[in-house]
């Protein structure tokens, strides 16, 4: 497969292009919960032959910033980010440590730009498989951010497998909390039960998922909240990602005739 590179972002006919891709989305159709899978930083990294993951990490970080600015200005109110999974946790630390101190100066970043934004800020996942100094960084950026108009989740040590067994977990304990014997425990495990202990349970489902570096599949992100989205996968690597990229996948959602299985 090849991937796209980015063309300059200052260039008249980009600018054209950005500006027609305005023109033809529908605002009243646009998602409003928008999950982003952050791929492709360390094959961005190769392909610019920069020096080191770390700087192919920041770049994405950085754009990161950038998009919620622009889905800002789209009035999207909420956007999920999987920054990281528990599968990335298997990787050798010399490649995760860089990244957790990438990471932890994104999370001391965010509190001002989720103030811009008027955003809350929510850290979901399996915390405790992670490095103290991270948990203590995202724990403090969500303390400065406890309420907005508009919501920020960030996925860290996420698996979508891994939300599910936590729910069901939780809802056991739940009813056997109650006296109920295991049959009638098992009777009452529902999917609205069980929606309502998921990590984002006092949310909307999401709407749109996007997908960068040409991957074509969601790797467990939000298996219970997809049920229903609409899916983008982009070609270009994280760091590359465009305002255009984003409009296109907006675009595509808006002219989808969304029938949620009926």
């Known amino acids: ?91 050798p630390a010399e490649e995760l440590e860089p990244y957790f101190d990438v990471l932890i100066e994104l999370f001391s970043r965010l509190p001002a730009l989720a103030a811009r934004y008027d955003m809350e800020i929510r850290v979901i996942g399996s915390l405790d498989l992670l490095p103290a100094r991270l948990v203590n960084a995202a724990k403090e ?6 309420r907005g108009s508009r919501q920020l989740n960030i996925a860290m040590g996420y698996g979508g497998q891994q939300e599910i067994a936590d729910a069901v977990q939780e809802l056991v304990r739940k009813l056997a909390a109650e006296g109920l014997t295991a049959e009638q425990v098992a009777d009452r495990i529902d999917c609205d039960g069980l929606a309502s202990h998921m990590y984002l349970a006092d949310l909307p489902n999401a709407d749109l998922i996007i997908r960068t570096s040409g991957e074509s599949r969601l790797s467990g992100f939000l298996l219970w909240q997809s049920a229903y989205a609409e899916f983008s996968f982009v070609d270009v690597y994280w760091p590359a990602f465009r305002r255009v990229d984003l409009l296109r996948s907006l675009r595509e959602f808006a002219r989808r005739d969304r029938r949620f299985g009926k």
């Open 1 to 91: 497969m090849k991937i796209m590179k980015s063309p300059s972002l200052t260039t008249p006919l980009y600018r054209l292009y950005e500006r027609q891709l305005e023109r033809e989305l529908d605002v009243a159709r646009l998602p409003q919960h928008i999950g982003v899978i952050l791929d492709g930083h360390r094959r961005y990294a190769r392909s610019a032959g920069l020096e080191d993951y770390a700087m192919s990490y920041r770049a994405g970080m950085r754009k990161f910033e950038e998009t919620l600015g622009w889905a800002e200005d789209l009035g999207i109110t909420t956007i999920t980010g999987w920054v990281l999974s528990t599968q990335n946790l298997t990787r």
């Open 141 to 146: 950026m969500m303390e400065q951010r406890p």
